[in-house]
Antibody, heavy 122, light 107 residues
């Protein structure tokens, strides 16, 4: 079945780096745009970053510009989020999510991973 | 940047009630609007996309509508499994903004 599984979370000190991974299975990964979405404890959903199906386009939310980088390896069916210069306010559950329609960029998210916790604390 | 608002922020209702949640966009997003349901500790689940299209497998008691920049999610007869938080999201631009959420709890 279609599945997304995140890994790489944990506790990290402010200013340090962490890389999240998302393993995709059950669909042709290379033909769908992908996203990262986060949710701080007790708060709502915040879209973080987008990458087109072929990796040629990326966009991210202003609060992570210059610090987070989204990337993908279509040969391995993997999505990544490199998070540098982490701050306390980056503490959240991070979800990877799949766009619904083939090669669409501005699209809904139909499949989500289970989420992975990232805690930024000294 | 597009801003999304939702009302109410909390809604208390009983099983069998008809429930309506409203989402407003700060500018035109055509019908590029989705609704998600989230339960505590779980990932969001897509309910409605393109403002009024029902996602496969979602019960028909859920419906969506649009009028200009105002969007509505309706649950025709609230069921015990529907107590959750609901989020709208625009995907007209590359900002993919979510609304702040509406929590539906038991009256």
């Amino acid at each position: 079945q279609v599945q997304l599984v995140e890994s790489g979370g944990g506790v990290v000190q402010p200013g340090r780096s962490l890389r999240l991974s998302c393993a995709a299975s059950g669909f042709t990964f290379s033909t769908y745009a992908m996203h990262w979405v986060r949710q701080a404890p007790g708060k709502g959903l915040e879209w973080v970053a987008f990458i087109s199906y072929d990796g040629s386009k990326t966009y991210d939310v202003d609060s992570v510009k210059g610090r987070f980088t989204i990337s993908r390896d279509n040969s391995k069916n993997m999505l990544y989020l490199q998070m540098d210069s982490l701050r306390a306010e980056d503490t959240a559950v991070y979800y990877c999510a799949k766009a619904k329609r083939l090669q669409w960029e501005k699209d809904v998210f139909d499949i989500w991973g289970q989420g992975i916790m990232v805690t930024v604390s000294s | 940047d597009i801003q999304m608002t939702q009302s109410p922020s909390t809604l208390s209702a009983s099983v069998g009630d008809r429930v309506t949640i409203t989402c407003r966009a700060s500018q035109s997003i055509s019908t590029w609007l989705a609704w998600y349901q989230q339960k505590p500790g779980k990932a969001p689940k897509l309910l409605i996309y393109d403002a009024s299209s029902l996602e496969s497998g979602v019960p028909s008691r859920f419906s969506g509508s649009a009028s200009g920049t105002e969007f509505t999610l309706t649950i025709s007869s609230l069921q015990p499994d529907d107590f959750a938080t609901y989020y709208c999201q625009q995907y007209n631009s590359y900002s993919f903004v979510f609304g702040p959420g509406t929590k539906v709890d038991i009256k």
